[in-house]
Structures are given as structure tokens and as C-alpha cells.
């Protein structure tokens, strides 16, 4: 069974730091497309950082340079570093992973929560 299962969010002020990582079950992160994807009140959801089937990265042009997407295959678990926070990231973050790469999740995580402060 396919779990993903996000932590590491909170809040903090404007300029600050966080680490989410999104602990992966059912299969390996590292031969799967898996991503981060956000959602603020009141707006759509958008992808925020991925990696292809190839194992490149991707990345949103509102935080390229300041979000880092990885993964540790021993642990099984997707990270997103996040650094620089804006008010403007605060929003639900969630993992999700496409088993097929084929431009469209399978499953998600239920998210954890970003505040950001001015």
C-alpha cells in the first residue's frame, strides 16, 4: 500500500528556514517522479519542486533559488528545504508521487502546514 506521510511544518517569521519531508512507503522514491505541491487559502494548488524519471529537479520560478528538493533513499523519504520564507509561501504543503511519470499524481499526502510572518 502506497502511504506518504509529510512533517516539518510550523511557523516561522519572514527570512526563515524550514525542512518538510514527506516519509514514503509502499515504494522507492528514488526510481519514482514525486514532487512538493502547495496550497494557499483562497487559491489553486501549484507544483512548488519535482524530480523527473530521470532524477532531475525542477522548480516553481517563485522559489528557484531558495527551495531545494531531495532525497534520501535509505530513509525512503522525500525532503523540500526551504529557505528565504516569504509570507507569500504560507500554505499546505503536500507530497505526492506518479508511480508511471506520467504527468499526473497517484497519490498524495495529506500536507503539513507553513506559516510564514512578516
Known amino acids: 500500500e502506497v502511504q506518504l506521510v509529510e512533517s516539518g511544518g510550523g511557523s516561522v517569521q519572514s527570512g526563515g528556514s524550514l525542512r518538510l519531508s514527506c516519509a514514503a512507503s509502499?515504494?522507492?522514491?528514488?526510481?519514482?517522479?514525486m514532487g512538493w505541491f502547495r496550497q494557499a487559502p483562497g487559491k489553486e494548488r501549484e507544483g512548488v519542486a519535482d524530480f523527473d524519471g530521470g532524477g532531475s529537479s525542477s522548480y516553481a520560478d517563485s522559489v528557484k533559488g531558495r527551495f531545494t528538493i531531495s532525497r534520501d533513499n535509505a530513509k525512503n523519504t522525500l525532503y523540500l528545504q526551504m529557505d528565504s520564507l516569504k509570507p507569500e509561501d504560507t500554505a499546505m504543503y503536500h507530497c505526492?508521487?506518479?508511480?508511471?511519470?506520467?504527468?499526473?499524481?497517484?497519490?498524495w499526502g495529506k500536507g503539513t502546514l507553513v506559516t510564514i510572518s512578516p
Open positions: 509502499g515504494f522507492t522514491v528514488s526510481t519514482h517522479c
Open positions: 505526492a508521487v506518479d508511480l508511471r511519470c506520467r504527468g499526473s499524481a497517484d497519490f
